[in-house]
């Protein structure tokens, strides 16, 4: 399978843990992103890389997300201190750079319940 | 700023019949348009996309979508549904100027009735 894996699919913490999603892109797609999907919306943007270059991210990506990809292939986003309304589906993309190479394909997903 | 409106939370069509998937955009430079797939416990599926030339892209599965300016619109279409299409479709846009990031809309569930 050359697809977008993330792992894990499902994870369920205690308030207050520190967890760990890792998203492996495809081979030689050179962008990555994350994405949050709750209930009943659409995935919202969180945080871009191309390459190691993390480049761009989102508001909603407070002090308590970081996201890394140290060597270019796979990423990790951690959350600290987890909270309740952390609980959703996050989605991980890869995409090539290139002209007309913007549509991005995504992973199944990590879905994190906060108890 | 960069919205996308998917004004129909819920399609539902019969087997057979053709099927239209409403979506509108803003945005401040021009747009790129995505439809997306959504099966349970599935990720995003890329169907079809709208960079530039021909507003009638074809697509994955069947699908094709209509690229409207003035209407500032990105319909889904296909011709003869299938049972098999029910699902969640998304609609995103991205602005050609902006961040490389996609603005999703909140989604239409398709269902198929046999």
């Known amino acids: 399978d050359t697809g977008v894996s993330q792992n894990p699919r499902h994870k369920i913490t205690k308030r207050g843990q520190n967890v760990t999603f890792r998203c492996d892109p495809i081979?030689?797609?050179?962008?990555l992103y994350w994405y949050r999907q709750t209930l009943g919306q659409g995935p919202e943007f969180l945080t871009y890389f191309q390459n190691e270059a993390q480049l761009e991210k989102s508001r909603l990506l407070s002090d308590r997300f970081s996201a890394e990809r140290p060597k270019g292939s796979f990423s990790t986003l951690e959350i600290q201190r987890t909270e309740q309304g952390d609980s959703a589906m996050y989605l991980c993309?890869?995409?090539?750079?290139?002209?007309?190479?913007?549509?991005?394909?995504f992973g199944p997903g990590t879905r994190l319940t906060v108890t | 700023a960069q919205s996308v409106a998917q004004p129909e939370d819920q399609v539902n069509v019969a087997e057979g019949n053709p099927l239209t998937v409403k979506c509108t955009y803003s945005?401040?430079?021009?747009?790129?348009l995505f439809w997306y797939v959504q099966y349970p416990n599935r990720g995003l599926q890329f169907l079809l996309k709208?960079?530039?030339?021909?507003?009638l892209v074809k697509g994955s599965y069947g699908f094709e979508a209509e690229f409207n300016k003035s209407q500032t619109s990105f319909h889904l279409k296909k011709p003869s549904a299938l049972v098999s299409d029910s699902a969640l479709y998304f609609c995103a846009v991205r602005d050609s100027t902006g961040a490389n990031n996609l603005f999703f809309g909140t989604g239409t569930r398709l269902t198929v009735i046999p």
């Open positions: 709208y960079i530039t030339g021909d507003n």
């Open positions: 945005v401040s430079g021009n747009p790129y």
């Open positions: 081979s030689e797609h050179n962008r």
């Open positions: 993309a890869s995409s090539l750079s290139g002209t007309f190479n913007y549509e991005q394909y």
